[in-house]
């Protein structure tokens, strides 16, 4: 099991998160495909949005260059939208705002995740009863339906403020799942001499319990940037997304109310539809071949 | 008490604890809008030119009354938590005087009509393939898989969009949306339900395709999993009929698979939000889409509840469920550990 180390390197055997890093890469080069191809893809994603637009010479999306659902030509590759905007500018920012959103979410809810579910993991008793019933309560009660009254309640909402309340929302897997390791490793040896050593429990949790879950935590936070996404997606085609950017949920928003499909202006909605899947996609596949990389256990053969 | 009984008690104070704290929530949110939503939407009336002078006066006084917004936060409470004691859920804003439980009851069954059969449908085509995936492996394995994985990790509304694009618009064999057509009124006749059936069939397939690729995937690793169970290759060693191994390993791997029927037929509702937006099919996800539209808070609220009480319910049941069906739980709760 993987509970047990030896007592001699359990000190030693402290993955420095650099080495660590290095030794799990050089795993990946040689075996993983999955894992570079996911990763590629990602990068692509991120580098369209962030440089596309000074590459493309294409850095103004509010700016109208045509009418309603133009065809896509030389001027507009894909056609413009319903107010007469370029499609393809739209796209970058709007890949860049989901985006945005998708790692302040994620950030907040591995950060919530992480402190409830190493305090309750690490102190049991009380703590942790009381620690996760709050957990267990958040999970129950829908999130979609918390994100559409808090968003209601937020007549405006900037792309941090959709990124805060994701996060808020989304924290509780996590934390149930940071509580289960934390309580498994809090036994191991090397805590055990830490604490004798005096080391109170704020430093314990920081050095000697996180970097043992780091590759886990790092999987948590791709997990949760996805589905920080596809949250604000949803509630952007639901009309609340954020009110001073364009996002790709809000895309589809306008596309949807604008009756895009039956007029058959494909470039207005397939687009956007095209990015949303293509980033849930390499994320999946980041998160589940990362994985094997940071387990040996899942490797197949 | 025996500690069974004391399992399902506790189970029961937490499903009204999670209740009270989504009632809570419920009324205390949207009152969190700066201002009073009664100006905004009568703001926006007024803009729209529709009413104005007395009319909105009265119809300003007569919204602050019903909802008491003039009291203090603790009273407004009360007068909610007794309106839902009725079953009111007040007056829509947006199609006063339009009571808000008749409009989601009007939506809800047709967004019970369409989750639940796919809800089912997916369930079972998706159980089988998986499990026939897990124990026959081999080429079944290699298609079922990969396709399922691929499926299950489309976002939901992206695959009702793609699917409505490809079939509505490039094929042109659906209607590109709605409950039924537009020259058509609702009514019991047979052109009127073959109407119906035909706007159907999309929404449908795009629902069920989701829930088949999600159910087979974890159906798969299931039964992969529970082959290789300690229990499964002492029964072997036993020499116990493979019949018989395959019940055991059904019965052990079905049970999360029960657990997410259940959980799903619960979160129907918000399962079908966004792709109901995407066909314009005429269920709660359009109503709500049309009612954050047009800032009608009474409906969004509505629908809030429907959904959570759906979802609480579901959970509940699941909890009691469990204690009477696993007997791990049950070995537990009657003071075994």
Known sequence: ?301 | MSKFQRYLVNKLLWFILAFCIALVLNFLLPRLIPGNPVDTIVAQMSAGGGVSGPALEKLYNSYIAEFGLDQPLWKQFLIYLGNLSRGDLGTSFAQSPARVQRLVSEALPWTIALMLPAILVGWIVGNTLGALAGYKGGWLDRIVFPTSLFVSSIPYYCLAIILLYLFAVEFDIAPTGGGYGYDKSPSLTIPFIIDVLRHYWLPFLAQATIFIGGQAVGMRAMSIYELDADYVRFARGLGVSDNRITAYIFRNAMLPQVTGLALSIGGLVSGGLISEIVFSYPGIGTLLFKAIRTSDYPVIQGITLVVMVGVLTANFIVDIAYGFIDPRIRAKASGES
């Open chain 1, 1 to 301: 099991m993987a509970t047990i180390a030896p007592v001699s390197n359990a000190v030693s055997v402290r993955p420095g998160l650099l080495e660590g890093l290095r030794r799990s890469l050089a795993i990946a080069t040689k075996r993983n495909r999955r894992f570079w191809f996911s990763l590629s893809l990602l990068t692509l994603l991120i580098a369209f949005s962030l440089f596309g637009p000074y590459v493309f010479d294409k850095t103004d999306p509010k700016r109208l260059i045509g009418g309603l659902y133009d065809s896509p030509s030389a001027e507009a590759w894909l056609g413009t939208d319903n107010f007469g905007r370029d499609v393809f500018t739209q796209l970058m920012f709007g890949t860049r705002t989901s985006l945005t959103i998708g790692v302040i979410a994620g950030l907040i809810a591995i950060l919530i995740g992480v402190v409830i579910g190493t305090t309750a993991g690490y102190h049991g008793g009380r703590i942790e009863e009381s620690l996760m019933a709050f957990t267990n309560i958040v999970i129950t009660i829908p999130s979609i339906v918390i994100l559409i009254l808090l968003s209601i309640a937020l007549t405006t909402r900037s792309v941090v403020t959709m990124g805060l309340i994701i996060g808020v929302t989304s924290w509780p897997w996590t934390a149930r799942a940071v509580r289960a390791q934390t309580s498994s490793l809090r036994t191991r040896e090397h805590v055990d001499i830490a604490r004798i050593s005096g080391a109170g429990a704020a430093s314990l949790i920081l050095r000697e319990i996180l970097p043992y879950m780091l590759s886990y935590i790092v999987m948590a936070f791709v997990l949760q940037l996805s589905s920080g996404i596809l949250q604000e997606a949803a509630l952007a085609m639901l009309g609340l997304g954020p009110s001073n950017a364009i996002s790709l949920g809000i895309m589809l928003h306008w596309a949807l109310l604008w009756e895009s499909v039956r007029t058959g202006a494909w470039w207005a909605f397939i687009p956007p539809t095209v990015l949303l899947t293509l980033i849930a996609f390499s994320l999946l596949l980041l998160q589940s071949s990362a994985d094997e990389i940071f387990n040996p256990r899942l490797r197949r053969k």
